[in-house]
């Protein structure tokens, strides 16, 4: 693996189907890390591939916050659990999580933790 390909993108972009929506990137998995090491109990949610978009993933706080980003594959994102020995699961078997729901439902609304 090169240093260019750090997390396999390279390697998972040849399976994949045309799509309408951009590749992943090192920057999208960057952003999964930060954000799981910035924050609390983080869970990641594997989110399938479509026709329009690649694989992406969704990383959780304790709190509900979240953010989503592409991973090319789910493999990416297992080795990367793996690596921030962070629980890593198939969203199409378990689902999101309520507290993702409620975060999202508190900032629509302007609410803050303390609301």
Do not use: C, H
């Not at 304790?62 to 793996?82: C, F, L, Y």
């Amino acid at each position: 693996m090169g240093w260019r390909d750090r997390f396999g993108l390279r390697k998972a972009k040849r399976k994949g189907k045309a799509r309408f929506d951009r590749a992943a990137e090192d920057s999208d998995v960057k952003a999964l890390i930060e954000f799981a090491k910035s924050r609390v109990g983080v869970e990641f949610f594997v989110e399938p591939e479509t026709f329009a978009t690649s694989t992406t993933a969704v990383a959780v706080a304790t709190d509900g916050e979240w953010i989503r980003r592409r991973v090319g594959s789910p493999d990416v994102m297992r080795k990367v659990a793996r690596d921030l020995a962070a629980p890593a699961y198939d969203v199409q078997i378990v689902g999101y999580p309520k507290r993702m729901r409620e975060w999202t439902a508190r900032n629509k609304r302007g609410l803050s933790l303390d609301d």
